[in-house]
């Protein structure tokens, strides 16, 4: 049977039994139980894990699913709780790989290597490499993800249109899509109908300002980078780096292009995954394209976010786990992510699918294949030094250049001294 519990403040509450008590039809036994820590996250991932969850435990002889759900303000902490308890989770499930790093040091994860290892259908091959090295740290794969999401620029081609622009993919492909062409579109795509002063159409927006896969990609298509751990250096308060970060403090403060939201169609362009396609409003044309790159000829740069799973080494039933996991990632499982979610997925053999899907409703596919392959994992892989922390100390400097008290030169200056601080404090 399939248990389904979700964890509420200092309880558990038992919500639901899924499906009656299937009793081994060969040994009589009962099925093993396989302990799941389940992240609450949207409808359609939602939809899409409890079907395949309920298919598994259906289609098992040996193993039947516990789930343990939170909500996303609480898993944390609730998390942290349960992996350092005497019973732990088996499988940690819709997590970020940022997550699966901070208990590396701690001993706490299984290395899924020699597993994928044996197993052809999981081997590396199968796998965008790129994408599949967000989950390893330290040299061995302690997280798997399912989907990958490169940082892009999507844009509304319907007001691309309207103001006579040339397509940006047209641009993108000739290398020709540049900070200097992306600011000149912003200008001419921003609105003020009425004179008022504030714009009704802005030219750009971002999920928010301190979303880091966005400013990490504008970072490094001008070839900058947070940290350099081997030298223990805080690179953004180098010149690559602030220089890009007062470029795009100055889309809001001198340009005044900046605003707005991209989803509801009042900003033309907007920073955001290949997968916010299910998230944009009927007036929105959606098209996805790289980023600009710093100048013409140069290579715009992708920063990835993955979610996933990994497996708790202290778990009473890390076979089970790591069935469940496969199980998941099988070729008909992730169709079926595919078409629920519209989700870019992990596995090779299902991105032509995806491809086929999305295309159904949105240009640029090729662009968000391009990305996945060769996008830049996130600073997760360094521990101790954890990647939380030092967003945290970023996001306050990026508040203030935001609010225009300081350039980006003295602001990135305190903070790529907060950050080497912090590095050294984690690595005493």
């Known amino acids: 049977m399939i248990r389904h519990w979700r964890l509420e ?7 639901s039994v899924l499906c009656v008590m299937l009793i081994c039809s060969v040994t009589g036994l009962a099925k093993e139980k396989v302990t799941v820590f389940y ?3 949207g409808p359609a991932d939602y939809e899409w894990f409890f079907r395949q969850a309920e298919l598994f435990d259906q289609q098992s002889e040996q193993y039947e699913l516990d789930i343990i759900e939170v909500i ?10 349960l992996l350092l308890s ?51 740290v330290l040299g061995k794969q302690f997280f798997l993800p399912w989907c990958i999401d490169p940082a892009m620029l999507a844009y509304n081609g319907r007001l691309i249109d309207e103001a006579g622009l040339a397509s940006p993919a047209g ?12 600011l000149a579109y912003a200008k001419s795509l921003t609105r003020d109908v009425n004179g008022d002063g504030i714009p009704e159409v802005y030219g750009y927006s971002s999920r928010n300002w301190n979303w880091a896969p966005n400013w990490l990609s504008w970072i490094g298509s001008n070839g900058g980078s947070l940290i350099d751990p081997e030298k223990r250096a805080a690179l953004i308060s180098q010149p690559p780096a602030y220089e890009a970060l007062q470029w795009f403090a100055d889309l809001k403060n001198v340009h005044n292009v900046y605003g707005g939201d991209f989803l509801t169609g009042t900003a033309a362009m907007g920073a955001g995954f290949p997968s916010i396609v299910s998230r944009t409003s009927n007036n929105v044309e959606l098209s996805v394209v790289t980023h600009p790159a710093r100048r013409a000829g140069m290579e715009p740069a992708h920063y990835v976010v993955s979610a996933g799973a990994f497996i708790v080494k202290r778990g009473k039933n890390n076979a089970g786990a790591w069935e469940l996991l496969k199980f998941l990632m099988a070729n008909e499982s992730m169709a079926d992510f595919v078409q629920t979610t519209k989700r870019v997925p992990m596995k090779r053999s299902v991105t032509s699918l995806w491809v086929q899907d999305y295309q159904k409703t949105t240009e640029g596919a090729e662009f968000a294949v391009e990305a996945m392959s060769a996008g830049l994992p996130q600073p997760y892989q360094y521990p101790p030094i954890s990647t939380m922390p030092m967003y945290d100390i970023v996001h306050a400097g990026m508040n203030k250049l935001l609010a225009n008290q300081g350039s980006a030169q003295s602001i990135m200056a305190d903070v790529g001294r907060q950050l080497e601080a912090y590095i050294a404090s984690v690595l005493e």
Do not use: C, H
Not at 86 to 102: F, L, N, S
Not at 171 to 182: C, G, H, I, M, R
């Open 72 to 81: 996303p303000q609480e898993y944390l902490a609730k998390l942290r709780v």
């Open 86 to 136: 005497e019973t732990p989770p088996d499988i940690v499930i819709w997590v970020g790989p940022e997550v699966a790093a901070e208990y590396v040091p701690q001993d706490l994860l299984l290395d899924l290597e020699p597993l994928m290892l044996a197993e052809p259908s999981m081997s590396r091959a199968n796998f965008y490499p790129n994408a599949l090295d967000t989950g390893r």
């Open 9 to 15: 403040p200092n309880r558990f509450l038992f919500v």
């Open 39 to 41: 992240r609450q996250v």
């Open 171 to 182: 641009l993108a492909k000739s290398k020709q899509w540049t900070w200097d062409t992306f």
